[in-house]
C-alpha cells in the first residue's frame, strides 16, 4: 500500500498571501496524483487530478505540480472561500487509493 | 448536471447491518467506475470499496473484507454497499464518488455526494 503524507498539518495564511501545500508518496505514483478540497459539512470537490490538471470550474489561483514522490499544491492568492482542508490522493497503484492526511488551510 | 446521492445511513448496534444507496443520475452510469469513501468524525477520507461500471470487477480496503459487500443495478443507476458485522470503528460518513478514468487503468474521483451518515453504538 502507498502512503501519502501531506505537510504541514495546519497552514495559517493571510487573504491575498500564497499558500504551498506539499504532499509525498512512499514510492513514486507517477503523475497519478489528485488533489481534493472539503469545507466543514460539505463533499470534497475535485481540484486537480493527473498532478496539475485543473478540473472543470477550478480557478487559475490553483495549481499542482510534481511527478513520482513529491508533490505540491500552490494556491496563488488566497482568497476568503479557499479556507478548507485539502487531501491529496495517490491513484497509480490501486486497490486501495489512499488519500494524505490532511492539511488545513486557516485564516491567520 | 452529474448528481449522486446517498441514502440509508443510521444508527445501528454493534454487529448489526445496514445498506446504503447511491442514486446517480446525469451521466452513463453503467460506464463509470463507482466508490465509496469513508470519513470517521473529525478524521480524514478513507476509501472502502469499489466497483467497475458492469459490476464485474469489485475491491475491498482490508478491513471491511468479508463483512461489507459493494453491488450496483445499472437499470436503476443505483450503487449498494451492504455492511454486515458492524462495530463502532465504522461509524463515519459514507461517500459514493463516481470514478473518472484517466488513460488505461488509472481511476480519480471527480464527483461526490454529501454523504450518509452511519453510527454504530449501542
Known amino acids: 500500500e502507498i502512503v501519502m503524507t501531506q505537510s504541514p498539518a495546519t497552514l495559517s495564511v493571510s487573504l491575498g498571501e500564497r499558500a504551498t501545500l506539499s504532499c509525498r508518496a512512499s514510492?513514486?505514483?507517477?503523475?497519478?496524483l489528485a488533489w481534493y478540497q472539503q469545507k466543514p459539512g460539505q463533499a470534497p470537490r475535485l481540484l486537480i487530478y493527473?498532478?496539475?490538471a485543473r478540473a472543470t470550474g477550478i480557478p487559475a489561483r490553483f495549481s499542482g505540480s510534481g511527478s513520482g514522490t513529491e508533490f505540491t499544491l500552490t494556491i496563488s492568492s488566497l482568497q476568503s472561500e479557499d479556507f478548507a482542508v485539502y487531501y491529496c490522493?495517490?491513484?497509480?497503484?490501486?486497490?486501495?487509493?489512499?488519500f494524505g492526511q490532511g492539511t488545513k488551510v486557516e485564516i491567520k | 448536471e452529474v448528481r449522486v446521492l446517498e441514502s440509508g445511513g443510521g444508527l445501528v448496534q454493534p454487529g448489526g447491518s445496514l445498506r446504503l444507496s447511491c442514486a446517480a443520475s446525469?451521466?452513463?452510469?453503467?460506464?463509470?467506475?463507482m466508490a465509496w469513501v469513508r470519513q470517521a468524525p473529525g478524521k480524514g477520507l478513507e476509501w472502502v470499496s469499489a466497483?467497475?461500471?458492469?459490476?464485474?470487477?469489485?475491491y475491498y480496503e482490508n478491513f471491511v473484507k468479508g463483512r461489507f459487500t459493494i453491488s450496483r443495478d445499472n437499470s436503476k443507476n443505483t450503487l449498494y454497499l451492504q455492511m454486515n458485522s458492524l462495530s463502532a470503528e465504522d461509524t463515519a460518513l459514507y461517500f459514493c464518488?463516481?470514478?473518472?478514468?484517466?488513460?488505461?487503468?488509472?481511476?480519480?474521483?471527480?464527483?461526490w455526494g454529501q454523504g450518509t451518515l452511519v453510527t454504530v453504538a449501542s
Open positions: 464518488a463516481r470514478g473518472r478514468q484517466q488513460l488505461g487503468a488509472w481511476y480519480y474521483f471527480d464527483w
Open positions: 446525469g451521466f452513463s452510469f453503467n460506464n463509470y467506475l
Open positions: 466497483i467497475t461500471g458492469g459490476g464485474s470487477s469489485t
Open positions: 514510492q513514486s505514483v507517477s503523475d497519478n
Open positions: 493527473g498532478a496539475s
Open positions: 490522493q495517490q491513484y497509480d497503484n490501486w486497490p486501495p487509493w489512499t
